[in-house]
């Protein structure tokens, strides 16, 4: 079975531009969640969807958004890039919605903002 | 913040000997995980131990937790080269209601050959 997915790999934005990146999860699994992983620090989290819902907010400006499809897939959106943005973005993947069992990571996009 | 503190930083050790890392956490958690992560990519679950666990064992890994402490330490024993990476430790944050992982700003881990 396929792991979680993310496109693109890489990207690059210029300051003030909108991008928006996607996840599809791993099969089976309704919840998704998305972390930002700037250079050098663990992860931190941005949103939790789950059953099409979102279930959870970090600490980030209205700026971010997202959303889950009734296939479970999942868009994060960014608008107004700066130069803080550029980062890795990791999505997750899990059955359910509590945090009591493995996230499963995919490979990340890897966003750079000039 | 929630977010734990892996100790330390940075380890270097030769291929076989033991690796461990150490985290620390500051709210009352309902279970603490351990992630690995190469460079570059997405990470790797490994173990999973509950707030009611005081050791778990899972191949060359060994996790202990001390709730009474708020840390918990990760062992690789017999170390390989393959074994170089990041390693963070995630806790949730029980009460909170919160659903995400917080993570610990992680251990780098090199296996000299």
């Known amino acids: 079975d396929a792991g979680v997915t993310q496109s693109p790999t890489h990207l690059i934005k210029t300051r003030g531009q909108h991008v928006t990146l996607r996840c599809s999860p791993i099969?089976?699994?309704?919840?998704v969640s998305w972390y930002q992983q700037v250079l050098g620090q663990g992860p931190q989290f941005i949103f939790q969807?789950?059953?099409?819902?979102?279930?959870g907010r970090g600490n980030f400006p209205d700026r971010f958004s997202a959303r889950q499809f009734p296939n479970y897939s999942s868009e994060l959106n960014v608008n107004a890039l700066l130069l803080g943005d550029s980062a890795l973005y990791l999505c997750?993947?899990?059955?359910?919605?509590?945090?009591?069992?493995?996230?499963?990571f995919g490979d990340g996009t890897r966003l750079s903002i000039l | 913040s929630q977010q734990g503190e892996e100790d330390p930083q940075a380890l270097s050790i030769q291929e076989g000997e033991n690796a461990t890392m150490n985290c620390s956490y500051k709210?009352?958690?309902?279970?603490l995980q351990w992630y690995r992560q190469n460079s570059g990519r997405g990470l790797v679950h490994l173990i999973l131990?509950?707030?009611?666990?005081r050791e778990k064992h899972s191949g060359r890994l060994r996790v202990t937790l001390d709730t009474s402490k708020k840390s918990s330490s990760l062992l690789i024993t017999a170390s390989r080269a393959a074994d170089t990476a990041s390693y963070f430790c995630?806790?949730?944050?029980?009460?909170?209601?919160?659903?995400?992982?917080?993570f610990g700003t992680g251990t780098r881990l090199t296996v000299i050959p």
């Open positions: 997750a993947s899990s059955p359910g919605q509590t945090n009591n069992q493995p996230q499963h």
């Open positions: 099969s089976g699994h309704k919840s």
């Open positions: 969807y789950y059953e099409k819902e979102e279930r």
């Open positions: 709210t009352s958690i309902n279970n």
């Open positions: 131990i509950r707030s009611n666990e």
């Open positions: 995630a806790t949730d944050a029980r009460g909170t209601g919160a659903n995400n992982l917080f």
